[in-house]
């Protein structure tokens, strides 16, 4: 079946740190992708997707890339700020499998002041 | 416009009782999914509802089920509660992946915490 894999947390990071969360899935079909959130106290919100490979999201200064060679896609940001302190999950939605949306286990990234 | 809202934020019960969890999506969305995120754990796929009907859930016992209303709102209820039911549950809504909208985008409430003692 359908799953998500993502690099385990917590990631700690310096403010203005560069920050590289790795994703890799696998699917039947051909999914769309996304970034979701979860900011402390907060539910889930979508921070970027891409629906096709090479498709690039970006969105708050984060971008990731869609590559289905490599079957990935990473969340990048050049330079973090302590507000993006949160939990992030990569997903995927994939009409073979039934429309539901996969989630990866999260990584939970703590910025420095 | 107003986003997904969930009731109750807590809810806590003991093992064997059952609990009846509430959602209501964004006006115009028809697609509500639930989902459960127990602790430090990641969020895993209870249930589809669009139209009204179910039309998918994960791997769950039969004890977690659920309905969607005329209104689209949802309820999802749990029998004979488990120590391990305790977890934050999560509804979402979309626009409706049936009428070829597969890639529309979650919109989640903030969930209802639930606690079996």
Not at chain 1, 46 to 65: H, I, M, P, R, V
Not at chain 2, 79 to 90: G, I, Q, V
Request: aromatic share 12%; net charge neutral.
């Amino acid at each position: 079946g359908d799953s998500v894999t993502q690099m385990e947390g917590p990631v700690t990071l310096s403010e203005e740190a560069f920050l590289t969360i790795n994703c890799t899935y696998t699917a039947t079909g051909y999914p769309s992708l996304f970034w979701y959130v979860q900011y402390p106290g907060e539910g889930l919100q979508l921070l970027l997707k891409a629906t096709k490979a090479d498709d690039k999201g970006s969105n708050k200064g984060f971008e990731a890339t869609y590559r289905k060679e490599t079957t990935s896609f990473h969340l990048e940001k050049g330079s973090v700020q302590v507000s993006d302190s949160a939990v992030y999950f990569c997903a995927l939605s994939d009409r073979t499998g039934g429309f539901k949306t996969i989630f990866g286990a999260g990584t939970r990234l703590f910025v420095k002041a | 416009e107003a986003g997904v809202t969930q009731s109750p934020t807590h809810l806590i019960k003991t093992r064997g009782q059952q609990a009846t969890l509430r959602c209501s999506p964004i006006s115009g969305h028809t697609s509500v999914y639930w989902y459960q995120q127990a602790l430090g754990l990641g969020l895993q796929f209870l249930l589809w509802y669009d139209e009204g009907e179910e039309r998918n859930r994960g791997n769950f016992p039969p004890r977690f089920s659920g309905r969607q209303f005329p209104n689209y709102s949802s309820e999802l209820n749990v029998n004979a509660l488990e120590l391990e039911d305790s977890a934050l549950y999560l509804c979402a809504s979309s626009l409706s992946r049936l009428a070829s909208l597969p890639n529309s985008p979650l919109h989640f409430g903030n969930g209802t915490r639930l606690t079996v003692t």
